[in-house]
């Protein structure tokens, strides 16, 4: 049997809804092989939903990225990176290995925060992941901060604005995860290409349940390109399977609703 690879360059979410495990997860419901070089392990407080990041030394993430790419992958994705230095070697590596299906997740914050992790990493995104990425995948905050527009993203147009800058800064296909946050009778994420912009509409689901939606949209994407897809048809395929994740989202605890992987 041969199976298509991807790997994702990501940080490890403890409660298993988010990060490397969503990653893995939906490579798994794709077919897809997956392997993982990890940047950063999230914790969260016991008594509440405080997130706490330890980053990977550098070194030890180049020897995983080493190991995986020694083996070849068909495509690969990163999520939350962790220090600059990650970045660069991430950037460094996808050159070297003319990596051609990169899907950049920018990951700045998780669900519901509106604080940037790590400040100086969005800088370095921009700068040196953006125009290698094939696709890149910011929800509404990450769209502001990378296209650094006057105000948050609300409406379709913000979008649309968002969405030209980031792809002049070198993304080949922008996907902004606007979801039901975004002043629309539908949830919406939009895609452009660099030509056309398409709305991607889905029916509002009034969930709490959706830790880890942004990491299975990106990795449902990475899975649909390492099968062969055309970039539209792994958005608009991915689009698909991550709707169906959160309206199958369910409250593992009283701090944490994951999307559920597979549904
Ligand atoms: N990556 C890791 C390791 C995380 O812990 C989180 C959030 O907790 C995220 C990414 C972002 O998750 P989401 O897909 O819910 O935005």
Redesign the pocket.
Known sequence: MTLNKALTL????TSGG??IQ?DLKTFQEHGVYGMNALT?I?TMEPNGWN?NVTTIDVDVVEKQLETVLSVGIDAMKS??LGTVDIIELGAKKITEHQIDKYVLDP?MV??GEDELLLPENTDAMREVLLPVSLVTTP?LFEAWQLAQTSGPIKTIDDMKEAATKIYELGAKNVVIKGGRAIQHENAVDLFFDGKDFTLLESEKIDTTYN??????FAAAITANLANGQSVKDAVTNAKKFVSAAIKHGWRLNEYVGPVMHGA
């Open positions: 990501a940080g490890s979410d988010a990060g969503a950063s999230v997130h999520g939350m990951v998780c669900k929800n830790h880890g939606a942004g990491c299975t």
